[in-house]
């Protein structure tokens, strides 16, 4: 865990799913429970099984991950979840963690058909959920496996981006080993995605099953200088990069430093690592994104009486996806637009914090309106806690040690069919290369990779 401000009080450690105190086990209560054996079969049958051999289903074309998803909901009807769930797997080796992270509202079920006839689409993540959470380890069938090739590849990063390669690479027969800096599998789905949608269930069994077909984890194992790079670089024929992004951005206001200041990623890390902080009654959150409303949401679940989001644009200009600004209104999460911080005041903690009013000016680089200060409207509120959610550094000094390797503004560039980077012996995926997306995108790029990867070392395109 990062260290944490000095002076903040922390609640009673967790006992790895929720708190001995009611209050705080709200925070790891599902956003959307497990459906029962008849739901399931009730929910399944809804589905139309619409697409064929020559027209995908809406919601399979919608899976950056490729499922086929009427053929699992087929199974389920049938009463067959481990067939489901062979299939699920089959194509995403984080089926279970999808199942409860995917935006879905923008992805699969956005796309279900009986939308068009005004009904509620088809529950695919909660029914995939339910298919992946039935069999065991043991149960789901291992990968069609070809026995080694003989050839090696190295991963970094054992988040979504890398296990999905790792998992690709040994199903074709690569010796593959994962290195990563932190204890825990899965990157951001372990220590960052709201804990009410996933703590650290399913990623463990997910992680055996990839162990299973022979991946090699080196964990707690920093790639942090040159040499150790260079080092895995010469022991390894092909390399893949899954570092995803670094710590928040530092955007430095005067006061920040005070306890009770956080910035968003620690925040989001001591709850999931059993160490959820008292928030008390007034939550300022400055931002716009979805990393925002995750933590203004867990902030109320934390307690804060009022908890209230500023962002220096307005509602239209907010990166957050719609359906979750509206289920943070829901929940009682205030809106401030146009505002934004200009220092945090107190004299052993936070107390207050001193705003700005903005107005919409010119586009800027990013297309949206630049907002632009005005003068004379400088206003304070009362804050116990401030998160400050504005986004994730890139990883440049490490991509800087890569010889020939090209980015865009510190992102990884490649080949966007084999993701193969500028230099031939490295292939990258996931938020490195996006700047921060979804899980499945993720995967789906260690699938590319792994393509990619088989490609290069001589394998079938
Ligand atoms: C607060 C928050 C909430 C989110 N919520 C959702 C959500 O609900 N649904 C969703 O689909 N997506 C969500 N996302 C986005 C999603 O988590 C990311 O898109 C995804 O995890 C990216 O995967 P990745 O493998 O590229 O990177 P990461 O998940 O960041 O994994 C990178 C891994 O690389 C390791 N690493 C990096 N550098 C080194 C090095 N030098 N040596 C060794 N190891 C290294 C890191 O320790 C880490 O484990 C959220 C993101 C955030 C920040
Ligand atoms: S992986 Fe995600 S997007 Fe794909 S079918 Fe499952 S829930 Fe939908």
Redesign the pocket.
């Known amino acids: 865990m990062k260290p944490t401000p000095a002076g903040t009080t922390f609640m009673p450690t967790l006992n790895g799913h929720g708190t001995t105190d009611d209050k705080y086990r709200s925070l790891f209560r599902d956003l959307n429970p497990p459906l029962t054996n008849i739901g399931a079969v009730v929910e399944a049958n809804r589905c139309l099984e619409c697409g064929g051999p020559y027209n995908e289903a809406p919601?399979?074309q919608?899976?950056?991950?490729?499922?086929d998803?009427p053929g699992?909901i087929s199974a389920i009807a049938e009463g067959n979840p481990e067939k489901a769930a062979d299939i699920?797997y089959e194509?995403?080796i984080?089926?279970g963690t999808?199942?409860r992270?995917?935006?879905?509202e923008t992805?699969?079920?956005g796309k279900c058909v009986l939308m068009k006839e005004g009904r509620k689409p088809v529950e695919?993540?909660r029914l995939?959920r339910y298919a992946t959470d039935q069999v065991s380890v043991e149960a789901v069938r291992k990968r069609s496996f070809d026995g080694t090739n003989g050839h090696k590849v190295a991963v970094i990063g054992a988040g979504p981006a890398g296990l999905s390669c790792a998992a690709e690479l040994a199903s074709k027969g690569y010796e593959v080993t994962v290195y990563d800096e932190h204890e825990d599998f899965g990157g951001l789905i372990r220590y960052a995605i709201a804990p009410y949608r996933i703590n650290s269930h399913p990623i463990p069994k997910e992680v055996e099953m990839i162990k299973e077909m022979g991946v090699e984890f080196k964990m707690s194992t920093p790639v942090d200088t040159a040499e150790k790079l260079r080092r895995i670089e010469e022991e390894n024929e092909a390399v893949f990069l899954g570092i995803g992004l670094g710590r928040d951005v530092d955007l430095h206001y005067e006061g920040e430093n005070l306890p009770g200041v956080w910035n968003s990623l620690e925040f989001i890390e001591a709850i999931k690592t059993g160490h959820p902080i008292q928030v008390g009654q007034s939550v300022a959150v400055i931002g716009g994104g979805n990393t925002a409303i995750d933590v203004a949401r867990e902030a109320k679940r934390l307690g804060g009486v009022e908890v209230t989001m500023y962002y220096r644009r307005t509602e239209s200009e907010m990166p957050a996806y719609a359906h979750e600004v509206e289920e943070a209104r829901e929940e009682g999460i205030h809106f401030q637009f146009l505002t934004n911080p200009i220092r945090f005041l107190g004299e052993d903690r936070l107390q207050r914090m001193e705003l700005q009013y903005m107005k919409l000016g010119e586009p800027d680089d990013s297309g949206r309106p630049r907002p632009v200060k005005v003068p004379g409207t400088e206003f304070t509120v009362r804050a116990d806690t401030v998160i400050k959610a504005i986004g994730q550094q890139k990883r440049t000094g490490f991509l800087d040690w890569i010889e020939g390797l090209d980015t865009d503004w510190g992102l990884i560039k490649t080949n966007p069919e084999t993701r193969q980077t500028t230099n031939p012996k490295y292939f990258g995926g996931g938020d490195a290369l996006n700047g921060g997306s979804?899980?499945?995108e993720a995967?789906r790029h260690g699938k590319q990779a792994a393509k990619g990867i088989h490609q290069y070392l001589g394998g079938a395109s």
């Open positions: 919601c399979m919608a899976c950056p991950a490729d499922i998803v699992f699920i194509q995403n984080l089926g999808c199942a992270v995917c935006p879905v992805l699969c079920e695919i993540a995939q979804t899980v499945v995967v």
